[in-house]
């Protein structure tokens, strides 16, 4: 992928943390990218059918423990927004102080990578590159 074909590509953060979006959004410019965010899966939803991004960031735990869970499925159930690739983060784990495993599958967790907060350096444009 050139510099030219990323410069292309639309990224929508979903995600509560501004501190999260704020560094992430810095990295992922300098990759070329072009960013939006929203603080909640409403406005979420809203940017995604709206905008069209080429993948969608989504964050767990925002206005309810399992918010991103909903709107993931929310996402792939809409044919506008079915096909957008989607990484999905938590620190539930961290929060909860306990092993949380997962099973990605079409109905509870539609999610094409699935990523526990807090990232290393690049971790999430590492992931990004590779699907796109």
């Given amino acids: 992928m050139t510099a030219d074909d990323k410069n292309e590509k639309k990224i929508l953060v979903i995600d509560d943390d501004m501190d999260f979006i704020e560094v992430n959004k810095a990295i992922l410019e300098e990759g070329g990218y072009s960013v939006s965010y929203a603080l909640n899966g409403e406005d979420g939803l809203t940017k995604a059918l709206n905008e069209r991004p080429n993948l969608i960031v989504l964050d767990v735990m925002m206005s309810t423990i399992d918010e991103g869970f909903d709107i993931a499925r929310r996402l ?32 509870w967790l539609p999610v094409d990578i699935f990523l526990e907060k807090p990232l290393k350096s690049n971790e999430l444009l590492e992931n990004i590159q590779r699907l796109l």
């Avoid at 929060?95 to 079409?106: M, Q």
């Fill in 76 to 107: 792939r159930k809409n044919p506008d927004t079915r096909s957008i690739p989607l990484i999905m983060l938590t620190a539930i784990n961290q929060k909860a102080g306990f092993p949380w495993k997962y099973d990605k599958d079409e109905t």
